[in-house]
């Protein structure tokens, strides 16, 4: 066991404390004297306090005593003179001492507390003004302001300061009706916002719910008209002004009569000082100076004629105003597209000026809305078809550039070709699919010069303005109208369908847009072709050193035009088949001017050629004769050396140059100029005397090249035959390459005379002339890859 003492508190019994040792319980008995004696300290100080609260009690109910004898005095006093004669008497003596008193001080305190107020309204109304506070409140203090206004200018003392707060009250005035016709002419207010205008409106002016009316319709039409003002974003504010119309229409069936009738009756119910909205702003202090303002100002009460407009009248001022403000739309609208050259967005416009109204005209008084939306459609269409045509009027842009080309035509054009070879070739970007790479050998190989292209550029801007018309138009015909229209308007069907609203705004009108393209677009192909035309005459009028590289640049241009024509798809006149821009009539003259400069050097070379061997005494090639009898297999050097030149001469300027046409009008020209040229040897050959048998030698004779060629000379052979026979076979092989030909037959204007010549002067038989004639067709197909651009 431990000497320590335990806790007394948790004893249950005296006896519980004997069970420990004396030491313990020695301990305990010290424990629980000095709590005693704790204890004892804590209730003398609590019963000293509670001593002096009961002496402070004791003296307040002394005090108390007094007082209630006091009191009961008092209430004695009171209770003896509370007779009903005192009072009657003490009241009339008060009376006759107010009376007294207010007769005084009425004049004075009259015109101070009207003059307080009065001073206070145009500040109270400019600061609602500025917070934009209830505009019906500010025309409520402004009548109010009027009456006190009124009550002082009759005064005969009336100070000057008055009539200046009548013309502050004149100045806010204005600005109250200025904020009043800008919230009549949002269109984002609701009805709320404008039947309170419209009441303070009617306050402020003093004005019957007709005048109001007409007040309405004035200001928004007026702001439908200022839509128009605007220079940026026309379509825009274009919307919006049918938007204000279609919402006017919307809010005076909504607010007329009847809306406005019960807010306007609404105002007779009390006067105005007794309006809580009043009566709460604490500039005015009517709590004070109301008893001292005259009865008219405290007695007011607004009393606007609520009932004075009749529905069907409304309904005739609204059908007027409707008529109007669609017309005024229209030919504003009409005159604000045509400055809008914008084709994407005004059929962006187009489609939301008719959801508009489809979704909001359907139930408009005195306005049919099938008929306004025809309306619509014409002014849209118009300024659309006028685009259109506008876009394609730009093609004389392109014959401008042609035009301008030719007239300033450079030196350094002339060399008009550029080798496929050129080492500049490989130095081109391979990168990304080669790109670079293969546009610059399309660029070459089609002769496309950066003076080709700068044409081909204006054309292809052009196609790109033309085919976004195509692109416009085609989701002008996707648009679905049957959702948009909606079916909320029995009048709706009575006018027309889904069906047939569908088929006038995606088929009908897309159509006539289309036609007027078309239309267009014709035209100005055929100013253009006009324009081309008179150019190449007055290339081909005119002899000048340049007209080769020229008419080059023409036929290349005319021919980039073609190809990227097809993607207009525009149609001739009357007919379903693509209309191809350039007639080969129009383009002969072009290749005239071309073959006319190509054939030059090889036909004048090559006649020299023919001369010296005409007046040669050998036959060359005699040797490399086959057959029994012997006939020629190949041409005459001369001949072949022709065809090379020729070739060449034509690649020089570029292949891409001989198209079909092209080389028609080569093979046409060059046939009867070539005739021409071997007539003059087919002469010579035919008229020299023939000569007498001789020995058969083997002489080597050097060409026009240079280059040793065995000729065979018959000493007693006739020579003359054995040119003739050359001859003949070179000008039927000629007449094979350069020769034209229907359905694979030979032509025979140009080339049957020489050889009928020929064939007399050889002494051939039909059967020798089909061999040669054979040998020569041979020939032509061993070699004619070796002259492509004849082919």
């Known amino acids: 066991m431990t000497n320590e003492a335990p806790d007394p508190r948790s004893f249950n019994t005296w006896e519980d404390a004997f069970q420990f040792p004396v030491p313990v319980i ?72 107010d009376r007294q008193w207010r007769a005084r001080d009425q004049d004075r305190y009259a015109f101070a507390s009207q003059m307080a107020v009065l001073q206070s309204c145009p500040n109270v109304m400019t600061r609602l003004l500025k917070k934009k506070g209830s505009s019906l409140l500010i025309a409520k203090i402004l009548v109010m302001s009027r009456l006190l206004h009124k009550s002082l200018s009759q005064s005969t003392n009336k100070p000057p300061y008055v009539d200046q707060i009548r013309d502050q009250l004149a100045s806010l005035r204005g600005r109250l009706l200025r904020r009043i016709d800008k919230q009549l002419s949002s269109p984002a207010a609701d009805i709320s916002i404008l039947v309170e205008n419209m009441c303070a409106f009617a306050l402020a002016t003093s004005s019957t719910p007709t005048d109001v009316l007409r007040h309405f319709h004035g200001v928004r039409k007026d702001a439908i008209a200022d839509s128009f003002e605007h220079e940026e974003n026309v379509q825009g504010f274009i919307l919006k002004a049918l938007k204000l119309c279609v919402k006017t229409l919307q809010d005076t069936q909504a607010i007329f009569p009847r809306r406005l009738a019960d807010s306007l009756a609404k105002l007779k119910l009390q006067p105005l000082m007794r309006d809580p909205e009043i009566r709460n702003i604490t500039e005015l202090n009517l709590d004070i100076h109301e008893r001292w303002l005259s009865d008219e100002a405290r007695n007011y009460t607004p009393w606007p004629r609520h009932d004075e407009l009749q529905r069907a009248e409304a309904e005739k001022l609204l059908k007027t105003w409707a008529k109007d403000a669609i017309s005024v739309f229209l030919k504003n609208t009409k005159t604000a597209l045509s400055r ?113 292209q700068r044409v081909v550029a204006a054309y292809e801007t052009w196609t790109g303005q033309v085919l976004e018309v195509r692109s416009i138009l085609k989701e002008m015909i996707d648009v679905r109208w049957d959702n948009d229209l909606g079916d909320d308007s029995a009048d709706s069907d009575d006018e027309f369908g889904l069906d047939s609203k569908q088929g006038i705004l995606s088929e009908d009108d897309p159509r006539k847009i289309d036609e007027a393209m078309q239309e267009a677009l014709s035209k100005a192909m055929s100013e253009l072709q006009k324009r081309v035309e008179g150019l190449i005459t007055e290339l081909a009028a005119d002899a000048q050193v340049d007209a080769m590289t020229q008419a080059i640049f023409l036929v290349r241009v005319l021919r980039e035009i073609t190809d990227r024509h097809s993607r207009l798809a525009l149609r001739s006149r009357g007919k379903d088949s693509d209309f191809r821009p350039f007639s080969s009539s129009l383009i002969e003259p072009l290749h005239l001017i071309v073959t006319n400069n190509v054939l030059k050097s090889p036909l004048s070379t090559y006649k020299s050629r023919l001369d010296k061997s005409a007046s040669s005494k050998v036959t060359r090639g005699r040797i490399l004769w086959e057959g029994n009898p012997q006939l020629p297999v190949q041409p005459s050097p001369s001949t072949f050396r022709f065809l090379h030149d020729l070739n060449q001469e034509m690649g020089r300027y570029g292949g891409d140059l001989w198209a079909p046409g092209a080389v028609r009008t080569i093979k046409r020209v060059g046939s009867k100029k070539l005739c021409e040229v071997l007539k003059t040897s087919v002469d010579m050959v035919t008229s020299r005397p023939v000569s007498s048998p001789r020995e058969e030698t083997t002489t080597p004779t050097p060409d026009e090249n240079g280059v040793a060629v065995e000729n065979v000379v018959y000493a007693d052979t006739d020579v003359k035959k054995d040119k003739a026979v050359q001859l003949l076979f070179d000008i039927l092989y000629l007449q094979r390459c350069v020769g034209l030909s229907d359905h694979s037959i030979p032509t025979q204007a140009n080339f049957e005379p020489l050889l009928d010549t020929l064939s007399t002067a050889a002494s051939l038989d039909s059967v020798a002339r089909e061999k040669l004639a054979k040998s020569a067709t041979d020939y032509r197909k061993r070699t004619y890859l070796l002259f492509a651009l004849l082919s």
């Open 26 to 97: 020695r301990k305990l008995e010290l424990q629980l004297r000095a709590n005693a004696n704790e204890n004892r300290e804590k209730l003398r100080t609590l019963v000293g306090a509670s001593y002096r609260d009961l002496l402070g009690t004791a003296e307040r109910i002394v005090e108390m005593e007094e007082h209630m004898q006091q009191v009961e005095t008092t209430l004695g006093k009171v209770g003896q003179k509370c007779n009903s004669r005192a009072v009657d008497r003490i009241a009339n003596n008060y009376s006759r001492l």
């Open 340 to 452: 809008v050259e914008d084709l994407r967005a005004v059929a962006a416009l187009r489609k939301e000026l008719f959801e508009t109204w489809l979704a909001s005209g359907n139930r408009v008084p005195g306005l049919k809305s099938s008929a306004v939306l025809d309306d619509l459609r014409d002014v849209i269409n118009a300024q659309l078809s006028t685009i259109v045509s506008k876009r394609a009027g730009e093609l004389k842009r392109v014959s401008s550039a042609i035009a301008t080309i030719l007239e300033r035509w450079p030196v350094d054009e002339t060399n008009t070709n550029t080798s496929l070879w050129n080492t500049t070739t490989s130095s081109l970007d391979i990168g990304a699919g080669a790109e670079t790479f293969k546009n610059g050998i399309l660029t070459r190989t089609h002769g496309r010069t950066e003076l080709v």
